[in-house]
């Protein structure tokens, strides 16, 4: 069993709807939970970042943590066409320099 | 602003064929990262270095190795290049005690490596 689970899609959805993308991991000592966003042909770009359990807001995007069920989620209210990219969850029991243990990533398209 | 800058962007390489990708971080970050996404996989950790030490290792092969330099640009050297080789390699940088909470992590838009 991979440490972080994240279904792939891909996930087609109207422009304006909710999108909710999730992450179940394995791992109990991950503290630092991260969402970024990867376009294609480039490199991962840092969303969202939460310390252990709660949500944390920042304009349409909502990403929630909660470590008793090993599950996080991002939320992307009024969706538009320039979300379409790859969401990968990420994540580590350090806040130091430490490699992050990555999810599988899910494919968005957002359609106009 | 400047960001982490990877080459070469393509590479495409015969097998047995050995290959050197580079890594140069953002301007005052020590650490390096790199990472491995195979085609519609997610990016596995490699190596990753601080002031020029190997600080963590991941997955890397054997006939991969690495190291980084005096002025903090890393390189990344495989040798007895196979098909399963061909991926996209990312470099991350950051600044010490940044971390990913501090926004400090950033990745470079990778090297496309293709073995044939």
């Known amino acids: 069993q991979k440490e972080v689970e994240q279904d792939p899609g891909p996930l087609s959805v109207p422009e304006g709807a909710i999108v909710s993308l999730n992450c179940t991991y394995s791992n109990s000592a991950f503290q630092y939970f991260m969402w970024y966003r990867q376009y294609s042909r480039k490199g991962p770009e840092l969303l969202m970042y939460t310390y252990s359990s709660g949500n944390k807001e920042d304009g349409r995007f909502t990403a929630q943590v909660d470590k008793s069920s090993k599950y996080i989620s991002l939320f992307i209210r009024d969706s538009q066409p320039s979300d379409s990219a790859t969401y990968l969850c990420a994540m580590t029991s350090n806040s130091g320099n430490t490699p992050l243990v990555f999810g599988k990533g899910t494919r968005l398209s957002v359609i106009a | 602003a400047a960001g982490v800058i990877q080459s070469p962007r393509h590479l495409i390489k015969e097998k047995r064929e050995t290959a050197t990708l580079k890594c140069y971080p953002i301007p005052r970050h020590d650490t390096v990262y790199w990472y491995q996404q195979g085609p519609g996989q997610d990016p596995q950790f490699l190596i990753s270095?601080?002031?020029?030490?190997?600080?963590d290792k991941g997955s890397i092969p054997d006939r991969f190795s690495a190291q980084q330099f005096s002025d903090y640009h890393s390189e990344l050297n495989m040798s007895s290049l196979e098909l399963g080789d061909s991926a996209l390699y990312f470099c991350?940088?950051?600044?010490?005690?940044?971390?990913?909470?501090?926004?400090?992590?950033?990745f470079g838009s990778g090297t496309r490596l293709t073995v044939v």
């Open positions: 270095f601080y002031e020029k030490m190997q600080s």
């Open positions: 991350a940088s950051s600044a010490s005690g940044a971390g990913p909470l501090n926004y400090g992590y950033t």
